[in-house]
């Protein structure tokens, strides 16, 4: 079975954290602002900024999204990879 290669590998996308993190702050929203807003746990908007999910399902996406009043699709954007922050080690 042959891995289709769409052009755009994970590791070139701009992290989900930096987005939700930098659109949660203009707002000068808490976490829990978020969270509350959004209908998702605060550990949930706390994974996500810290990296420390693989990944998020549509559905929290759509509702951190529509808290934060953007489009699901801002959230992720794609960017070079060598433009990105190296990956902290915890």
Do not use: C
């Not at 987005?19 to 000068?28: C, F, I, N, T, V």
């Not at 808490?30 to 693989?54: C, K, M, N, P, Y």
């Amino acid at each position: 079975m042959h891995k289709r290669n769409y052009g755009v590998s994970f590791r070139s996308m701009t992290p989900l954290y930096v987005q939700l993190k930098a659109l949660r702050k203009a707002k000068k929203w808490t976490l829990d602002d978020l969270a509350d807003r959004a209908g998702v746990s605060r550990s949930t908007v706390i994974r996500l900024e810290h990296r420390q999910t693989a990944g998020i399902d549509f559905a929290t996406l759509e509702a951190l999204a529509t808290a934060l009043g953007v489009a699901p699709g801002s959230l992720i954007q794609t960017v070079p990879a060598d433009e990105l922050e190296p990956r902290k080690r915890t």
